[in-house]
């Protein structure tokens, strides 16, 4: 794992967790980046509310710790339980930086509170439009020319946190969901490792709502 690029802060590489719920091209994206040293830092550990999410398997094809955990009884969040049992394991494990990557839960309260400007996420447009879900889907239908992804700091709202970087995506004529969907993805594969090299090398500097690249 590109040893000699990585962030040592007093003598500590800098650790990503990675959460994810689905099939982990983003994780992929940034644990190949980790391994390559174009990101100075490692994945410490892999964690999915989704027990055969391919996230898991892409990361265990890597030698990355990989874990399910159980979420708990609500469809869109974490309960309370599962929640305090995920930080224990992520302060266990020392991260520096939360990674979402396709997670399909909602965050809160104490947890964000833990890891304040500590956990980032990409969302597949180019916010503030179209939050939520199947961003992609609301550009086309909405009929815009460019969409894209952004990368963002996670706060107490859905995809409202400070903006880190965005990508720009043009939408084309006759474009399905799934091939616009496609391209976002590219993009997102770029974009992310990028901002997370910048993370871990403290190069973002946070005021009120504004990010500042210090490089
Ligand atoms: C990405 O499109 C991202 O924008 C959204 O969830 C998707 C995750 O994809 N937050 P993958 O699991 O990283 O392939």
Not at 202 to 207: A, L, R
Request: hydrophobic share 45%.
């Amino acid at each position: 794992m590109g040893g000699n690029n990585k962030q040592v802060t007093q003598g500590k590489t800098f650790r990503l967790g990675i959460l994810g719920s689905g099939k982990g091209s983003n994780m992929v994206a940034i644990a190949d980046a980790c391994a390559a040293g174009r990101i100075p830092a490692e994945v410490a550990i892999v964690l999915s509310d989704v027990e055969n999410a391919g996230i898991l398997g892409h990361a265990r094809e890597r030698g990355l710790k990989a874990q399910f955990f159980p979420p708990g009884k609500f469809r869109t969040k974490l309960d309370e339980e599962a929640e305090k049992n995920l930080l224990a394991t992520l302060e266990r494990e020392n991260i520096d930086l939360i990674v979402l990557a396709g997670f399909m839960r909602i965050l809160k309260g104490e947890f964000l509170r833990v890891f304040e400007h500590r956990v980032v996420n990409i969302h597949p447009s180019l916010l503030p439009a179209f939050p939520g879900l199947e961003a992609w889907k609301q550009a086309l239908d909405y009929g815009v020319k460019v969409t894209g992804c952004t990368v963002h700091f996670v706060d107490q709202g859905v995809d409202t946190g400070p903006i880190i970087g965005q990508q720009t995506v043009p939408v084309a004529v006759g474009d399905t969901a799934q091939i616009l969907h496609a391209r976002i993805q590219e993009a997102e594969r770029e974009l992310y490792p990028e901002c997370v090299a910048a993370l871990a090398r403290g190069e973002i500097k946070v005021q009120a709502r504004q990010t500042i690249w210090t490089r």
